[in-house]
């Protein structure tokens, strides 16, 4: 299994971001899959989830509103646009599958700073 995740980078307050994950090694129409985040010095967090067949499943409320997750699965691939982003969006955000089965990847860093 692997877990590729990009789209990260440094931004403003406010600016936004889309994140990419493409996966290859399971059978990806077969999983929810979830979008987490670890800031600094913090454990990691679950921020979002969506089902097999693309629909929005939850999202921790800080996020609400502001982010949106969603999928490709022709190409096993897994989005997270983030907008108005703030510097507590600071971290380094994963996919996975929505209990954090597989082996994670290398992430990719987010950091939200005027």
């Known amino acids: 299994v692997q877990l590729v995740e990009s789209g990260g980078g440094l931004v403003h307050p406010g600016g936004s971001l889309r994140l990419s994950c493409v996966t290859s090694?399971?059978?990806?129409?077969?999983?929810?899959m979830s979008w987490y985040r670890q800031a600094p010095g913090k454990g990691r967090e679950l921020v979002a989830t969506?089902?097999?067949?693309?629909?929005?499943?939850d999202y921790i409320d800080s996020v609400k509103g502001r982010f949106t997750i969603s999928r490709a699965n022709a190409k096993n691939t897994v989005y997270l646009q983030a907008n108005s982003l703030k510097p507590e969006d600071t971290g380094v955000y994963y996919c996975?599958?929505?209990?954090?089965?597989?082996?994670w990847g290398q992430g990719t860093q987010v950091t939200v700073s005027s």
């Open positions: 996975n599958d929505d209990s954090g089965s597989f082996s």
């Open positions: 969506i089902t097999r067949f693309g629909v929005e499943l």
């Open positions: 090694g399971f059978t990806f129409i077969s999983y929810r």
